[in-house]
């Protein structure tokens, strides 16, 4: 089995700064893709920024400039460097990866959620 275990999130001041983390552990073979989203009250999930294989990141237009995603391939392990946070930016943070597992096809994994509040 996979697990993604998210840490990091809470309540903020806007301009303030927060770094999430999510850690996968279990069998896996191979990381595709990871990245995080984020669901607000009675809206929608969307993409906040990911990464795949390689070098290529993508970022929701909202978070350009402001949040950077990395990763660290030997712990399995994502992150989301938030800065310059705004009251809009507050939800709920979904850590998601696309992975392999030993004799598995590649298949999506969501973490528990994180909130995080921007509110002074």
């Known amino acids: 089995q996979v697990q993604l275990v998210e840490s990091g999130g809470g309540l903020v001041q806007p301009g303030g700064s927060l770094r999430l983390s999510c850690a996968a552990s279990g069998s896996i073979f191979r990381i595709d893709a990871m990245g995080w989203y984020r669901q607000a009250p009675g809206k929608e999930r969307k993409l906040v920024a990911t990464?795949?294989?390689?070098?290529?990141?993508n970022y929701a237009d909202s978070v350009k400039g402001r949040f950077t995603v990395s990763r660290d391939d030997a712990k399995n392990t994502a992150y989301l460097q938030m800065n310059s946070l705004k009251p809009e930016d507050t939800a709920v943070y979904y850590c998601?990866?696309?992975?392999?597992?030993?004799?598995?096809?590649?298949?999506?994994?969501w973490g528990q959620g994180t909130q995080v509040t921007v509110s002074s």
């Open positions: 990464f795949t294989r390689g070098t290529t990141t």
């Open positions: 998601y990866a696309n992975l392999l597992r030993f004799g598995h096809l590649p298949e999506d994994y």
